[in-house]
C-alpha cells in the first residue's frame, strides 16, 4: 500500500514556474511514479513519469508540456517532483501524483494504482 501526498500548487502568472511535489509512505523506490491533471469538464490526462532505477530512470512527457516540464525523484526522500516552467494558461488544472508497481512510469493511466488527492495550479493570462 502506497499512500501520495502532493504540494507546490498554487497561483501564478503566465510565463512563471512552480514545482510540484509528491511524498509517498510506503514502498516508493521500485515504483514508476507519474503526473497526471484534470482541467474541468476534461479527462484526467498524462502530464510526465519517472521508471524506476532498475529501469534506468527513464523519463518520458506528454507532448504539450516537453521542453518545458521536468520530471525528477529523490529515493532517500520518497519524493517525486514536477518542475514547470514557462507555464501556460491552459496548464490550469488539478495535479495529480500516481504510483505504477510496474515500475515504468507510463502513460497509461491503468497502470498505476495509487493516487494522491491532487493539488491546484492555476496560471492566470
Known amino acids: 500500500q502506497v499512500q501520495l501526498a502532493e504540494s507546490g500548487g498554487g497561483l501564478v502568472q503566465a510565463g512563471g514556474s512552480l514545482r510540484l511535489s509528491c511524498t509517498a509512505s510506503?514502498?516508493?523506490?521500485?515504483?514508476?511514479m507519474g503526473w497526471f491533471r484534470q482541467a474541468p469538464g476534461k479527462e484526467r490526462e498524462f502530464v510526465a513519469g519517472i521508471s524506476w532505477i532498475g529501469n534506468g530512470l527513464t523519463r518520458n512527457y506528454a507532448d504539450s508540456v516537453k521542453g518545458r516540464c521536468t520530471i525528477s525523484r529523490d529515493n532517500a526522500k520518497n519524493t517525486v517532483y514536477l518542475q514547470m516552467n514557462s507555464l501556460k494558461p491552459e496548464d490550469t488544472a488539478v495535479y495529480y501524483c500516481?504510483?505504477?508497481?510496474?515500475?515504468?512510469?507510463?502513460?497509461?493511466?491503468?497502470?498505476?494504482?495509487?493516487w494522491g488527492q491532487g493539488t491546484q495550479v492555476t496560471v492566470s493570462s
Open positions: 510506503g514502498p516508493f523506490n521500485t515504483y514508476g
Open positions: 500516481a504510483a505504477d508497481p510496474y515500475g515504468l512510469g507510463s502513460e497509461r493511466k491503468a497502470s498505476y494504482d495509487y
